[in-house]
């Protein structure tokens, strides 16, 4: 189905793998692109909703549990201060998305572009593909997010004159 696929455990008993809980790396637009008709797989049980009168009741599978979740490493490899390097991936009016690795893509916003672009466009600065640095500023594991600033990196013409005159 184009949300899922369903997962016979046993004769008569199915259990669902919700398109959202296919994969960490990369968000699935629809099963076949993971899964085919006939796979075996191993997945965990994430609930069960018994049958009632009314309902024939429901058991939701995951299949990426199965595998480690990419984001509990996220804040030993991409420590706070330290700089990392990767490819724009999309560029919205509010900044940029940069993929520091699959299934992290994180935000510059317009702010933190350029010292002397913040009121510009990020497509003044950048392109989709542009291969970038940035620092990371701050790490939110709970909601899957690190921001990022690409300005920090830019010696400024202070930076650079102090850096000239020590």
């Not at 965990?44 to 599978?61: E, Q, Y």
Request: charged letters at 25%.
């Amino acid at each position: 189905m184009d949300f899922g696929a369903f997962v016979e455990l046993e004769p008569g008993l199915e259990g669902l793998i919700h398109v959202s809980e296919m994969a960490w790396d990369r968000k699935v637009s629809h099963p076949s692109d993971v899964l085919h008709q006939g796979d075996r797989v191993d997945a965990i049980v994430l609930s069960v909703k018994p049958p009632t009168a009314s309902d024939a009741g429901r058991i939701s599978l995951g299949l990426k549990q199965m595998l480690a979740d990419p984001w509990l490493e996220v804040e030993r490899k991409f420590p706070v201060g330290s700089q990392i390097e990767g490819p724009v991936t999309k560029i919205m009016n509010f900044g940029a998305f940069v993929q520091i690795t699959p299934g992290s893509t994180d935000l510059c916003t317009s702010a933190r572009l350029s010292p002397t672009a913040a009121s510009n466009h990020p497509r003044d600065v950048l392109r989709e593909g542009q291969q970038v640095k940035a620092l990371v500023l701050a790490i939110d594991s709970e909601k899957r997010q690190i921001k990022l600033s690409m300005k920090q990196l830019i010696p400024t013409s202070i930076d650079e004159y102090i850096a000239e005159h020590r």
